[in-house]
């Protein structure tokens, strides 16, 4: 059993997908805009991880913008019969580089348009709809009109399947009358657990669940326990930080970020960790006595 093997694997949209996947996020420039500084490096990294056994790559267009899913074609194509590729719509960047919502019928048929042009995909495996109701997390409100139109485009056959990102409950149940929602991407990781109901509904329901940010995003994470239980295990913190949340839930599919091979190998290696009873009771504290 090769490294990545030992993460298991979880069916997502029919298709068993390895539970250690990869997020392109970092390969775009600073502020996740613009070229990569070494696009080299973008390249290998990419090839490293296929070639390690990832078949879960995350992706969206609007990384760059661009930028990402040219890397990935450049890197991969033609893709190999088992790698499920998930992009991301409903957001745009400025020329600023902000984020901005795109969540017209015209911009989110366009954005499906542009995914398969720069993937050179003739269909896509699963499109998340990445609600921007709220910018900086969930917030309520109807997504029928949007996910009415990714419906209609998969009726077409453009989208295999449909996923929801940065979403409520609600709108989860509200979205699954439209259309089947095979996974949902929102924030999860040891410090930031507002989903670990939602979370444990999901897997009843054999539904994915998909947390970005599992590293901390743009602040990693800190603290005294994940310190210890690094230092215990012999492991890197954030290889404690992945494999806490490989044992969390069998429905998590974790696809961590990074532009270098030597934290690609890390990042995979979180695998093989196994965290015994008292250090994830431990870890678990982290997020407060609430929780």
Same mark, same amino acid.
């Given at each position: 059993?090769?490294?990545?093997?030992?993460?298991?694997?979880?069916?997502?949209?029919?298709?068993?997908?390895?539970?250690?996947?990869?997020?392109?996020?970092?390969?775009?420039?600073?502020?996740?805009?613009?070229?990569?500084? #070494?696009?080299?490096?973008?390249?290998?990294?990419?090839?490293?991880?296929?070639?390690?056994?990832?078949?879960?790559?995350?992706?969206?267009?609007?990384?760059?913008?661009?930028?990402?899913?040219?890397?990935? *074609?450049?890197?991969?194509?033609?893709?190999?019969? #088992?790698?499920?590729?998930?992009?991301? =719509?409903?957001? *745009?960047?400025?020329? #600023?580089?902000?984020?901005?919502?795109?969540?017209?019928?015209?911009?989110?048929?366009?954005?499906?348009?542009?995914?398969?042009?720069?993937?050179?995909?003739? =269909?896509?495996?699963?499109?998340?709809? *990445?609600?921007?109701?709220?910018?900086?997390?969930?917030?309520?409100?109807?997504?029928?009109?949007?996910?009415? =139109?990714?419906?209609?485009? *998969?009726?077409?056959?453009?989208?295999?399947?449909?996923?929801?990102?940065?979403?409520?409950?609600?709108q989860i149940e509200d979205g699954r009358r439209i259309c089947p929602i095979v996974c949902v991407q929102n924030q999860y990781n040891l410090a930031h657990r507002a989903d670990d109901g939602l979370i444990d509904e999901l897997a009843r329901e054999n539904v994915a669940y998909v947390p970005f940010f599992p590293l901390g995003g743009f602040s990693p994470l800190q603290s005294a326990a994940l310190s210890d239980a690094a230092m215990r295990l012999q492991a890197t913190p954030m290889q404690v930080a992945l494999a806490w949340l490989l044992r969390r839930s069998p429905n998590i599919l974790l696809i961590p970020g990074t532009s270098s091979v030597v934290h690609l190998r890390e990042n995979l290696a979180a695998a093989e960790l196994a965290i015994p009873d008292d250090v994830m009771r431990a870890l678990d504290g982290m997020a407060g006595p609430a929780h």
């Open positions: 059993m090769t490294t990545i093997e030992k993460s298991g694997s979880y069916p997502m949209g029919g298709r068993a997908v390895r539970r250690l996947g990869y997020g392109a996020m970092q390969l775009a420039g600073p502020g996740v805009f613009g070229p990569p500084k #070494d696009r080299a490096a973008a390249i290998a990294v990419l090839r490293e991880a296929v070639e390690s056994g990832v078949n879960h790559i995350d992706t969206s267009d609007f990384y760059g913008p661009h930028i990402t899913n040219q890397l990935i *074609r450049e890197a991969l194509h033609p893709y190999r019969d #088992d790698l499920v590729i998930v992009t991301k =719509v409903g957001a *745009r960047r400025g020329a #600023d580089a902000s984020w901005l919502p795109a969540m017209s019928r015209e911009e989110l048929v366009r954005a499906v348009h542009d995914n398969l042009r720069n993937l050179a995909l003739d =269909v896509i495996d699963v499109v998340n709809l *990445r609600s921007m109701l709220g910018v900086h997390g969930p917030q309520e409100g109807s997504l029928e009109e949007q996910l009415t =139109v990714l419906a209609e485009l *998969r009726q077409r056959g453009l989208i295999r399947h449909i996923g929801l990102s940065n979403v409520t409950r609600t």
